[in-house]
C-alpha cells in the first residue's frame, strides 16, 4: 500500500518512521510519502489561504494548489481521505475497509477549511471519504491522517506478528470493547489476578472474558450493544439498578398469576425483597422494555452448569395489562439471541400448572426434560442452541 499526505506541516509525520508503521515502511509492506502543501504554489510568499466568500472569520485554503497536488499524486484506483471534523465518523469498519486499498492520499487541511470545490474536483477523478476522528475540533487534519494510518496499517496481511490479537481487540469482537488483561505478578499493591484467570481451565476463561466484555461495553458504550426492538420500535434494554423496584412491582403482580394457576404461594419469586432483586440484578443478565416511562416486561438469563454452557432464562416477566400480546415470546427470542457464544443450550423451569407458558415454550422449540431435576411444582424444558 502506498501513503500520501499533503500538509502545510510535513514535520508532523515524523512518527511514521517509528515503531510499528516504521517497521511495515522497512518490510516493504507500505510506503509513506510526505508532500509539503506549499510546493504546490507559484507565488512568492507560497500561500496557501485566502480570505472566504461571503464573509466571516479565519481563512479559506485556496483550491489551485491541492489541484496540482492531486493532478500529480493521484492515479486510477487512488484514494482521497480529507480528515475533517464534518466527515463520516472514523470506527474499525471504516479501518478494515480502507486496508483494501492500494492507495490512499491524505489530504490535511487547516484554518476554516478547504474550498469547496477541491473535494468536487477530486470525487470526479478518485474515490474521495472525508472522515472525522470524533466529535472535536482539532487545530488541522494532521493528527487524524496519523490516527487512521495507524488503525489501517496494522490490518495489512502480514502487519501484526499476531494475528490472533487482531481478532481479539477491542472493536473487533462482535463490536464489544476489550476484557480487561492482566500479567505478573498475580498481586500487586493489594490488587489480584482474578482467579478464573489462573485457573487454567480455559473454557472457563473464554466465558470469563467474553462476560467482562459484556459488561464493559454495556456500562461504557451501551450505544454498541444494538438493542433488540419490538414491532412498533420500542427498545428492549439492558436492566439497571434504578429498575430494582419497579421489576419487584411486576414480579410480584406476574407471580400472584403463577400462584393462582399452580395453587401454590410455595414460589420464591412471590416472596423476595428489594434487597433480593438488587441482588439478583447484579448476577443476571436482566432485559426490560418500557413503554410510556412504565417497565411493562422483563427477563433475566445466565450461565449455568458445571461446563457453564447452559444459558439459564427465567423471569420473563409480562404485566398483566399487555399478557397475551405476544411481549412474553419476543422477550424469549431476545434473551436467546444475547446468550454468550459459548452456550451450547438453554435452560428454563415454569410451573407444572402453568399451562399457556409451557405452550409458549413449546412453540419456541424448548422441550419437556422429566428426566432432569426441578423444584417441586415446576417442570424443566430445554433447547439446543441453532
Ligand atoms: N480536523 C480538525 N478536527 C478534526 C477531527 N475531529 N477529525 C478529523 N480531522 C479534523
Redesign the pocket.
Known amino acids: 500500500m502506498r501513503l500520501d499526505y499533503l500538509t502545510i506541516f510535513p514535520d508532523f509525520f515524523a512518527p511514521l518512521d517509528l515503531s510499528l508503521p516504521g517497521k511495515a515502511a522497512d518490510k516493504g509492506l507500505v510506503e509513506f510519502h510526505v508532500h509539503d502543501l506549499r510546493s504546490y504554489t507559484h507565488d512568492k510568499h507560497h500561500r496557501v489561504d485566502d480570505t472566504p466568500y461571503g464573509g466571516g472569520a479565519g481563512m479559506v485554503m485556496k483550491p489551485e494548489p491541492w489541484g496540482e497536488a492531486f493532478d500529480e499524486l493521484t492515479r486510477p484506483g487512488s484514494t482521497i481521505i480529507f ?3 464534518s ?1 463520516e465518523p ?1 470506527d474499525q469498519r471504516l479501518a478494515a475497509d480502507l486496508a483494501t486499498r492500494e492507495h490512499l492520499v491524505f489530504a490535511c ?1 487547516r484554518y476554516e477549511g478547504i474550498d469547496q470545490r477541491v473535494m468536487e474536483h477530486a470525487r470526479e477523478r478518485a474515490e474521495v471519504r472525508e ?11 494532521e ?2 491522517a496519523l490516527a487512521v494510518t495507524e488503525a489501517v496499517v496494522r490490518l495489512l496481511p502480514g502487519f501484526m506478528g499476531n494475528a490472533q490479537s487482531l481478532v481479539e481487540e477491542s472493536h473487533a469482537d462482535g463490536g464489544l470493547l476489550e476484557y480487561p488483561v492482566y500479567t505478573k505478578p498475580p498481586e500487586w499493591r493489594g490488587h489480584q489476578v482474578p482467579a478464573v484467570l489462573r485457573s487454567g481451565d480455559h473454557g472457563k476463561v473464554e466465558r470469563w472474558r467474553h462476560d467482562q466484555a459484556v459488561r464493559r461495553t454495556a456500562e461504557r458504550r451501551p450505544d454498541l450493544l444494538s438493542p433488540s426492538t419490538l414491532d412498533d420500535g420500542t427498545p428492549i434494554v439492558r436492566a439497571t439498578q434504578g429498575d430494582a423496584a419497579e421489576l419487584l412491582t411486576l414480579q410480584r403482580a406476574c407471580w400472584v398469576q403463577e400462584a393462582l394457576a399452580n395453587d401454590s404461594l410455595d414460589i420464591p419469586a412471590l416472596h423476595e425483597s428489594l434487597d433480593d432483586v438488587r441482588t439478583w440484578l447484579g448476577v443476571w443478565d436482566t432485559w426490560v422494555v418500557r413503554r410510556a416511562g412504565r417497565l411493562v416486561a422483563a427477563v433475566r438469563g445466565r450461565l449455568e452448569g458445571p461446563d457453564q454452557t447452559a444459558w439459564d432464562i427465567g423471569r420473563i416477566m409480562v404485566a398483566p395489562d399487555l399478557q397475551g400480546s405476544g411481549l412474553g415470546r419476543v422477550l424469549l427470542d431476545h434473551i436467546q439471541s444475547v446468550a454468550p457464544a459459548t452456550v451450547t443450550w438453554y435452560v428454563l423451569f415454569t410451573g407444572a400448572g402453568s399451562v399457556r407458558n409451557q405452550r409458549m415454550y413449546k412453540k419456541a422449540g424448548f422441550r419437556l426434560r422429566p428426566d432432569l431435576d426441578a423444584p417441586a411444582g415446576a417442570v424443566v424444558l430445554t433447547k439446543r442452541r441453532a
Do not use: E, K, R
Not at 472522515?131 to 487534519?141: E, K, R, T
Open positions: 480528515t475533517t471534523p466527515g472514523f487541511g472522515i472525522s476522528l470524533g466529535d472535536y475540533v482539532l487545530n488541522g487534519g493528527v487524524a
